[in-house]
């Protein structure tokens, strides 16, 4: 129900935007986020966006002023453009949907209810 894709390979500070489609009739989130994950490492918060009244959206401190989490209501897809990249943000990137609302800040992989497949993304310096 969510198709990850945009992930390449690319030089360092480049761009690249990572797409999140959602699909199914029925399907509801409250807050899709970006994860990554990068060989021998834990899966990584990078970003989250809630569709509450207000709208939210925040990025881990390592790629502020170069990460934007964003959303298309009307394609129900969530987008990470990704500018300057680093060698260091090479990892699979994974989108998540979470469907409720909880009180939480959605940065931990187990507040997500449905995961995409991965796309890898691959900085070269």
């Known amino acids: 129900q969510l198709q990850a894709c945009g992930g390449g390979l690319v030089q360092a500070g480049g761009s690249l935007r990572l797409s999140c489609a959602a699909s199914g009739r029925t399907f509801r989130s409250y807050a899709t986020g970006w994860f990554r994950q990068a060989p021998g490492k834990e899966r990584e918060f990078v970003a989250t966006?809630?569709?509450?009244?207000?709208?939210?959206?925040y990025v881990v401190d390592s790629v502020k002023g170069r990460f934007t989490i964003s959303r298309d209501n009307a394609q129900k897809t969530v987008y990470l453009q990704m500018n300057n990249l680093r060698p260091e943000d090479t990892a699979v990137y994974y989108c998540?949907?979470?469907?409720?609302?909880?009180?939480?800040?959605?940065?931990?992989?187990?507040?997500?209810?449905?995961w995409g497949q991965g796309t890898q993304v691959t900085v070269s310096s």
């Open positions: 966006i809630m569709w509450g009244v207000i709208i939210t959206a």
């Open positions: 998540a949907a979470a469907r409720d609302y909880s009180p939480t800040d959605y940065t931990r992989p187990n507040e997500y209810d449905y």
